[in-house]
């Protein structure tokens, strides 16, 4: 089973509106990674939040975690169709599982 | 910062063959990983290195696959022999002292 585990699979939304996954872990965390993947190319990351932090904000992105229920949402706000991409999450520990991704999120922003 | 440079971006090899992917991390990074990724299976972790040493290779899938980092600006993975279902784009990502990962923009591999 997986660490990370994003939610939902795929979105389909306008452009303009606002877009928000989640994810879910199974064990205590040392921080969190969002990152963002076009089609054909890398991850690239967009955000990292430590256990000690409720909230990040970059940009139009914000994300939140909420280590009591083992889970943390990334918010786009006023998206565009240049956020359509796969949206992954990962975690880092001490208990192993380290650097693994979930299945992700496929966003489509329609214009 | 040129970024993590994977090489070749495409290769196609035959059942049998050899195949080695390359990887130059970022100048700098201490953590080096190898992903794999299919529509199938999504995006494996096969291995990752912490000062060029192999941390975790139990992503790896069997004794055809090898990884190796002979130094901090080189790595590579070999497949030997390959098979049709090794077809995969492979990535190879770098960090300083762990997250965030930095990714290459991966090598599309397609064994007939």
């Known amino acids: 089973s997986q660490q990370g585990e994003e939610d939902p699979q795929a979105l389909s939304i306008q452009e303009g509106e606002n877009a928000t996954m989640n994810c879910s872990y199974k064990t205590s965390i040392n921080n969190l990674q969002w990152y963002r993947q076009n089609s054909g190319r890398g991850l690239v990351h967009l955000i990292l939040i430590r256990s000690n932090e409720r909230e990040k904000h970059s940009g139009r992105l914000r994300v939140t975690l909420d280590t009591s229920k083992k889970s943390s949402s990334l918010l786009i706000t006023a998206s565009r169709a240049a956020d359509t991409a796969s949206y992954f999450c990962?975690?880092?520990?001490?208990?192993?599982?380290?650097?693994?991704f979930g299945p992700g999120t496929r966003l489509s922003v329609l214009p | 910062d040129a970024g993590v440079i994977q090489s070749p971006r495409h290769e196609v090899t035959e059942m049998g063959q050899e195949v080695t992917l390359r990887c130059k991390p970022i100048?700098?990074?201490?953590?080096l990983f190898w992903y794999r990724q299919t529509m199938m299976r999504g995006l494996e972790l096969l291995i990752y290195?912490?000062?060029?040493?192999?941390?975790?290779d139990s992503g790896m899938p069997e004794d055809r696959f090898s990884a190796k980092m002979p130094n901090a600006s080189f790595s590579t993975l070999k497949i030997q022999p390959s098979e049709p279902r090794d077809s995969a784009v492979y990535f190879c990502a770098s960090s300083f002292s762990a997250a965030p990962l930095h990714f290459g923009n991966g090598t599309r591999l397609t064994v007939t």
């Open positions: 100048s700098g990074h201490d953590y």
């Open positions: 290195f912490n000062n060029n040493v192999p941390i975790d």
């Open positions: 990962a975690t880092e520990n001490n208990y192993g599982q380290n650097f693994v």
